[in-house]
């Protein structure tokens, strides 16, 4: 499954996802969308890969992530945990359905 309805929302700020996200961003918009990390490992390597999948699961530290990356949106599956703890938090809801939400920065 890919987020094609919802990612329509997306706007230039950067956008916190998973590498299945950043692999179909990659496809859909080309090389003129920044991409947190994508499936290809080889270039991110073993932190690319730990880094997010943390952050996803709502770890504490998802606060250094997001800052370091400047992000201003996130492109998440409605069952990730940071999305309950980025509501929580304030961020509002850009757009859904029933895989995917997109939450913005408040």
């Keep these: 499954m890919f987020p094609i ?3 329509e929302a997306l706007d230039d700020t950067p956008v916190f996802h998973d590498d299945v996200v950043g692999g179909y961003l990659i496809y859909s918009e080309g090389p003129g969308r920044l991409v947190m990390v994508d499936d290809r490992a080889e270039l991110y390597g073993i932190d690319g890969f ?8 709502g770890a504490p530290d998802w606060r250094d992530t997001f800052e370091r990356w400047e992000i201003g949106q996130a492109l998440l599956e409605v ?5 309950t703890v980025l509501i929580a938090e304030g961020w509002i809801e850009q757009d859904s359905d029933e895989y995917f939400i997109l939450l913005g920065k408040p």
């Design 79 to 83: 069952d990730d945990g940071l999305a």
């Design 5 to 7: 309805e919802v990612s």
């Design 50 to 57: 730990t880094e997010v999948p943390q952050a996803r699961g």
